[in-house]
């Protein structure tokens, strides 16, 4: 195969290799949420939440602070992305051939065309988590006000709405840390599809050891959310 088609092939297959595994991560979260990460920790999100506004005077100072933590977090993700984002505008604006850039260790399309859209997908990535860390602190915002409110602590509507919001930002900051990680393969785009091709493939495999739980993982859950049930009857 002629170097610069590799670039046709490989790269499509590494974004559908990517982009399969993100579907059936998808799908075992609306259908098995208890065997994703995602899912069990919005469940224990739900519980802390409960917990937090069952007496809002006494855990007002924490619930706030923990969701601090959280907007620190975020704040720390945009301010990276947006900050990536205009190093790589005034890099492509600044060099007027990109394709000769470190020439000798591209192995693939080195035409003009293909290096901008390698910069502009990068470029797209950054952008993307930029929007998604600001949209989880917003909502952040919105719980560190809620959680605090002592008059809907009786109200199961209420703390529903509020944990309903906690996990929408937490949503947001994963869909933030997803362009980023899909950054990495896009930027090892630029020293060839081979390489590219390789980190989609070894991003896909290391994400599923992330994204899962394990039985161990799922009983603990389950014996902690019987352990507060039980609590909950007592009181």
């Known amino acids: 195969m002629k170097e610069e088609r590799l670039d046709y092939v490989l790269v499509p297959l590494g974004l559908l290799v990517f982009g399969v595994y993100h579907l059936w991560f998808l799908f075992t979260i609306i259908r098995f949420p208890r065997r994703t ?7 224990i999100r739900r519980l802390w939440v409960s ?11 924490l619930a ?3 969701i601090l933590n ?17 190093l790589i505008g005034v890099f492509v604006s600044s060099t007027s051939d990109p394709s000769n850039i470190s020439s000798k260790l591209v192995y693939g399309n080195q035409t003009s065309l293909i290096s901008s859209i390698k910069y502009l997908c990068i ?26 409110v002592s008059n809907l602590k009786n109200n199961s509507q209420a ?18 840390l997803r362009a980023y990680y899909l950054s990495f393969p896009l930027f090892l785009w630029i020293f060839g599809p081979i390489p590219m091709f390789a980190c989609c493939c070894l991003m896909s495999v290391l994400l599923y050891f992330l994204d899962t739980t394990t039985s161990f993982t799922r ?6 959310m019987k352990q507060d049930s039980s609590s909950n009857v007592v009181e």
């Open 159 to 176: 703390i529903e709405y509020v944990a309903r919001n906690l996990n929408r930002g937490s949503y947001f900051w994963s869909l933030g």
């Open 123 to 148: 470029l797209l990535c950054y952008l993307l988590a930029f929007l998604f860390n600001v949209e989880s602190i917003r909502y952040y915002a919105h719980v560190s006000l809620l959680s605090t």
């Open 37 to 43: 990460v995602i899912g069990l920790n919005a469940e």
């Open 219 to 224: 009983h603990l859950h389950l014996q902690s």
């Open 51 to 61: 917990s937090m506004m069952a007496d809002p005077l006494k855990n007002g100072v």
């Open 70 to 86: 959280n907007i620190m977090a975020s704040t720390l993700l945009a301010t990276a992305a947006i900050t990536l984002s205009s």
């Open 64 to 66: 706030v602070q923990t």
